[in-house]
């Protein structure tokens, strides 16, 4: 990770709190302006120290202050059951985290960037087209669009095994009894992403000292049948990157890119890389460098 300032943060998001990181460039308040932000959190069932900090750590070296959060009920951040995952309360956690950048006085609550990647890349594409105040560019890394789309390409013997698990666990959910969970990744068998590539490739990102429990309530899986991330593209009208791995196996490139296709102006990339190659070189390099070269075009000066 690249050098700057690491200061802990917390924020109120609905019934709860959100705990994270507010990276900031060496010399941060020296200068008498305040500084455009980047708000990012990241993928599904994950923490923010699970790769997210070199992302953090490179946008800050280039003068960005960088704020990244654990959604409730993961990571740091408080709130039970433990590992939910839920669109409608991470997409709040968001939209908390700009309320906590505009009333940060060293932030410029002016100039900010949404960033997400996978399942949060869907979040900052269905939060860019209810134009929050203040963000200026979304940069959308391998996102979730469809979650038609994303359980198509999930392997057909375990679709009603998951559909299952997630009605039975949502029965316990609202009989407030504890959650029927499922893992995350797995070597083999059930779980939540079962790419070929899904075990080593999310495990590569977790640090060794990760007190991870690596599984959510099931009735994740029927979250995602209903989230439809990319359905309102149309209606951005900030200035968007979308990164594609065109090798993906968790969410189709075809659809990322008929969405992305949707929004005016977008810069699209396509890249021959799996869903987890951004997080490692050869890829983070250059992910990261043109995610650079477009958070320089539009969180600076007056465009």
Do not use: N
């Not at 900031?24 to 932000?37: E, F, I, N």
């Not at 359980?151 to 009989?175: E, I, N, S």
């Not at 490139?253 to 987890?276: C, N, Q, W, Y």
Request: with cysteine.
């Amino acid at each position: 990770m690249e050098g700057g300032v690491i200061r802990s943060i917390q924020f109120p998001s609905g019934d709860g709190l959100c705990f994270g990181d507010l990276h900031l460039p060496d010399g941060a308040g020296v200068a008498p302006s305040r500084l455009p932000t980047v708000v990012m959190a990241h993928g599904i069932g994950a923490e923010r120290r699970f790769g997210l900090d070199a992302f953090a750590g490179r946008f800050a070296a280039r003068g960005f202050a960088v704020l990244v959060f654990d959604y409730r009920h993961l990571g740091e951040s408080p709130g039970d059951p433990r590992g939910l995952v839920s669109p409608f309360r991470q997409l709040q956690d968001y939209r908390a985290a700009l309320d906590f950048v505009r009333s940060d006085p060293a932030l410029d609550g002016e100039r900010i960037a949404l960033w997400g990647t996978s399942f949060s890349g869907g979040h900052v594409l269905a939060l860019a087209a209810e134009a929050p105040p203040g963000v200026r560019a979304v940069v959308s890394q391998i996102p979730f669009v469809s979650g038609w789309a994303s359980t198509l390409a999930y392997p057909l013997r375990y679709h009603l095994p998951a559909v299952f698990r997630g009605v039975v666990d949502g029965l316990r959910g609202l009989l407030r009894i504890s959650p029927l969970t499922v893992p995350v990744v797995a070597p083999q068998g059930l779980a939540l992403l079962a790419s070929p590539d899904s075990h080593k490739g999310y495990t590569a990102m977790i640090p060794e000292d990760a007190r991870w429990s690596g599984r959510v309530p099931a009735r994740v899986f029927l979250e995602i049948l209903r989230y439809h991330p990319g359905r309102r593209t149309g209606a951005i009208r900030v200035s968007t990157q979308v990164v594609v791995a065109m090798e993906d196996a968790i969410c189709p490139p075809s659809a990322t890119r008929k969405v992305a296709g949707r929004i005016p102006g977008v810069e699209l990339h396509d890249f021959p890389m799996g869903h987890f190659d951004p997080y490692v070189e050869p890829w983070f390099g250059r992910v990261s460098g043109i995610q650079v070269e477009f958070l320089e075009t539009h969180l600076r000066g007056d465009g």
